[in-house]
């Protein structure tokens, strides 16, 4: 199932306006009151074993309860994860069949609202249950089931996108998901009254020249794309890549489309896209993506809603000494209107990334929770940053 998974999310990889800004930074651009705590927990589980298979990517974080939520697509098995206490509180069974099941096709995903729903997502429907379990609705994302935008011919949407915490909408990807074909923008679907709202961005011509690409045979293709990320803000999306320091805001109230572009003085500020194309052979396509991932990598935005500040963790190989390569690990700060106002050099190792999978992030209590790899058993780093003036 993991491998139906990456080829999923591989996949993943109206009028508005786009106004570019480009955010001028102090030189120093560091907060000289800053400092942070990195330690690393483990999950007591008892004599339960906790699902690890997809990395904790199908979970959910709840902030308002202090739970992760953690599903086993096949049985729809959710572990209930107490973060404040770093133990497995309990486990619900979700139906598989019947007129409360969650799985229609493959499960992918699950999403606890404020106000207990919770959501299945698979890749074009969605399943609300209520919180005693109960299926209340589904969603179908095509157009004869949607008001408002029309989608164009020949595109979906992505039913792998961001479910608001209140429940009201999800934020996804549309355009063509074939091979050669074009993401256009985000697709915002009510889920209240089943309407779509199309917001054009346009960055995905950018975007596909950090994709390398193999033609190994005939008929046969393999490819290493970039990753996209969703952030949900109330009712505006951000949208960011691992490939470059930028971010397009999306303002639900005016309808417009925001580019902000940022500068890092410990890091580039993007990928080269100096990638050779012409690639037959899969030993060659993996020594070019393993170049690719030595270059600058930006993990998703992760917001502290009581703090009201984004964090993002970023990776790129120091070849200063070519006798000891090593990466350099670093944590970026930015404000509630997302100004950069602190970039910190990390002393310690942070996983961000991987060839198609961010590593689950969040955070909680004011601490960044980052899942850790390790066998049988659920681990984070955890890393608390400080102002002095918090």
């Known amino acids: ?30 907060s000289p009151g800053f400092n942070y705590v990195l330690d690393t927990v483990f999950i007591d589980a008892g004599e339960e074993q906790i699902y690890l298979e997809m990395d904790l990517s199908m979970s959910d974080y709840s902030a308002r309860e202090g739970i992760l939520y953690n599903l086993t697509p096949e049985s729809a098995r959710v572990e209930v994860i107490n973060m404040e206490t770093l ?19 493959f499960p992918f995903g699950l999403k606890k609202t404020l106000f207990d729903n919770t959501f ?43 479910i608001a915490t209140d429940g009201s909408y999800l934020a996804s990807f549309y355009g063509n998901f074939k091979i050669g074909g074009n993401v256009l923008g985000i697709a915002k679907v009510s889920l209240v009254d089943r309407s779509l709202k199309l917001i054009p961005i346009d960055f995905w011509d950018q975007l596909k020249q950090y994709t390398i690409t193999v033609d190994y045979d005939i008929g046969k293709r393999n490819s290493s794309p970039e990753l996209k990320y969703l952030l949900l803000n109330g009712p505006d999306i951000i949208l960011s890549t691992s490939a470059s320091n930028e971010l397009w805001y ?29 690639i037959t052979n899969q030993r060659l396509f993996m020594y070019w993506v ?12 992760l917001k502290d809603q009581n ?49 198609y999978f961010e590593e689950k992030t969040f955070v909680h209590n004011g601490s960044i929770y980052t899942y850790l790899k390790k066998e049988n058993q659920l681990a984070f780093i955890r890393l608390k940053p400080s102002f002095e003036n918090d």
């Open 290 to 301: 393993n170049r690719k991932n030595d270059e600058v990598t930006f993990g998703p935005l």
């Open 250 to 278: 999306y303002d639900a109230e005016s309808g417009t489309v925001t580019n902000k572009t940022y500068h890092s003085q410990i890091t580039s500020d993007k990928k080269s896209g100096n990638y050779r194309q012409d």
């Open 87 to 105: 133990k497995l509180d309990s486990i619900i069974n979700y139906k598989i069949n019947g007129p409360n099941s969650v799985k229609q096709y």
């Open 1 to 30: 199932m993991k491998q139906i998974s990456v080829l999923v999310l591989l996949l993943m990889l109206a009028s508005c306006s786009e106004k570019p800004v480009e955010v001028q930074l102090a030189t120093a651009n560091v």
């Open 120 to 162: 299945f997502k698979e890749y074009k429907v969605i399943h609300k249950l209520n919180a005693e379990g109960k299926k209340i609705d589904s969603y179908e994302l095509i157009n004869r089931e949607l008001s408002g935008d029309r989608l164009p011919f020949d595109t979906e949407i992505d039913g792998l996108g961001e």
């Open 307 to 355: 703090a009201q500040r984004f964090y993002r963790y970023s990776r790129e190989l120091d070849k200063s000494n070519p006798q000891r390569p090593k990466y350099i690990y670093v944590l970026t700060v930015f404000d509630e209107t997302l100004e950069q106002i602190h970039e910190q050099k990390l002393q310690n190792y942070i996983p961000i990334i991987g060839k």
